[in-house]
């Protein structure tokens, strides 16, 4: 089975600060996928990065990186320059890449972030 | 927008009441998935459906079913709704579940049926 942990109910950062957003998870899975997910006040749930667990480098998409430490099992979102845009809920997601589970996304928590001005 | 529509955007329903959740997924896309968001459940995974057959089962109750049509779109049945059945669902997509090393098969969600039952 697998599971995530965001341990961080709420954080706050300022606006053009970076922020990082924690996340733990177990597996037994020897391949797996790890995403982050991002859900503003009005529902929709956006994509926003995605890690292999045999990728050696840490995956970056635009102001995104992910800090993928595989053998803490980790996977915290780091946000640059934050944007009042950024305000949102966000959610760590992992999915196995094989066995019967394959395309079931496990989600943490989440971790609600507001960005003041 | 990610390409995957669903279907109403919200549901008002009473108790005991059958309502079906329609999603389209993105162009070329060829499996669908569901999952549920409650405040006391989280996102849950149900039900995976690749090419029009059932592929993967999570914490789907029996009262729910699903089907995926020849053209792709996908269904969720609920049925004799409860109180407790009020919640966010998501359909989303994704490419194909190849599982090969160079394959993110990230699935894209689309906007989500907000259902309210009463």
């Known amino acids: 089975a697998q599971k995530i942990t965001q341990t961080q109910p709420g954080m706050f950062v300022q606006e053009k600060e970076a922020v990082t957003l924690d996340c733990t998870y177990d597996?037994?899975?020897?391949?797996?996928?790890l995403f982050w997910y991002k859900q503003p006040s009005s529902g929709e749930m956006i994509f926003l990065i995605y890690?292999?667990?045999?990728?050696?480098q840490n995956a970056t998409e635009g102001r995104y990186s992910l800090n993928f430490q595989k053998a803490r099992k980790s996977a915290n979102l780091v946000i640059s320059a934050s944007q009042l845009g950024d305000s949102a809920m966000y959610f760590c997601?992992?999915?196995?890449?094989?066995?019967?589970?394959?395309?079931?996304?496990?989600f943490g928590q989440g971790t609600i972030l507001t960005v003041h001005p | 927008d990610s390409g995957v529509t669903q279907t109403p955007k919200h549901l008002i329903t009473a108790t005991g009441q059958r309502v079906t959740l329609r999603c389209s997924p993105r162009?070329?896309?060829?499996?669908v998935y569901w999952y549920q968001q409650s405040l006391d459940q989280g996102l849950q995974f149900l039900i995976q459906?690749?090419?029009?057959?059932?592929?993967a089962k999570g914490n789907i109750l029996e009262r729910f079913s699903a089907q995926q049509f020849p053209d792709l779109h996908s269904e969720l049945n609920l049925s004799s709704l409860e109180l407790g059945d009020s919640a966010l669902y998501f359909c989303?997509?994704?490419?194909?579940?190849?599982?090969?090393?160079?394959?993110?098969?990230?699935?894209?969600f689309g906007p989500g049926t907000r259902l309210t039952v009463l």
């Open positions: 989303a997509s994704s490419v194909e579940p190849s599982g090969g090393r160079g394959s993110t098969d990230t699935q894209y």
């Open positions: 597996t037994s899975d020897p391949s797996y996928g």
């Open positions: 890690q292999g667990s045999y990728d050696q």
């Open positions: 997601a992992m999915r196995p890449r094989t066995g019967t589970s394959y395309g079931k996304l496990t």
């Open positions: 162009s070329g896309d060829l499996s």
């Open positions: 459906y690749y090419n029009g057959e059932e592929r």
